[in-house]
């Protein structure tokens, strides 16, 4: 069984820095995609970025430029920098791993969520 922590939410001013951490214990399928995705009270989890254990990325068009998602494979670790921060990113994070195998998803883990509160 896979477990995330996640680490490194809090406050910050608006145009300030973040930066989130998400490890994953236990033994993680070689084929996987780690991400991050968020919710803000009153609206659904969207993604946030992804990237694979083939180094693809994809980032939702509104952290594009801003946001930066990198992974260490030693580590089972992904990580979210997150730069010119705005109010409106506020939210919790949620951090994600996705296994595949033959091409199918085959299991899905989530972290507990670290909340982001940026202030204007």
């Known amino acids: 069984q896979v477990q995330l922590v996640e680490s490194g939410g809090g406050l910050v001013q608006a145009g300030g820095s973040l930066r989130l951490s998400c490890a994953a214990s236990?033994?993680?399928?070689?084929?996987?995609?780690m991400g991050w995705h968020r919710q803000a009270p009153g609206k659904q989890r969207e993604l946030v970025a992804t990237?694979?254990?083939?180094?693809?990325?994809n980032y939702a068009d509104s952290v594009k430029g801003r946001f930066t998602i990198s992974r260490d494979n030693a580590k089972n670790t992904v990580y979210l920098q997150m730069n010119s921060l705005k109010p409106e990113d506020t939210a919790v994070y949620y951090c994600?791993?996705?296994?595949?195998?033959?091409?199918?998803?085959?299991?899905?883990?989530w972290g507990q969520g670290t909340q982001v509160t940026v202030s204007s």
């Open positions: 994600n791993v996705q296994e595949f195998a033959l091409y199918l998803l085959r299991n899905e883990y």
């Open positions: 236990g033994r993680i399928l070689s084929i996987n995609t």
């Open positions: 990237i694979t254990s083939g180094g693809k990325i």
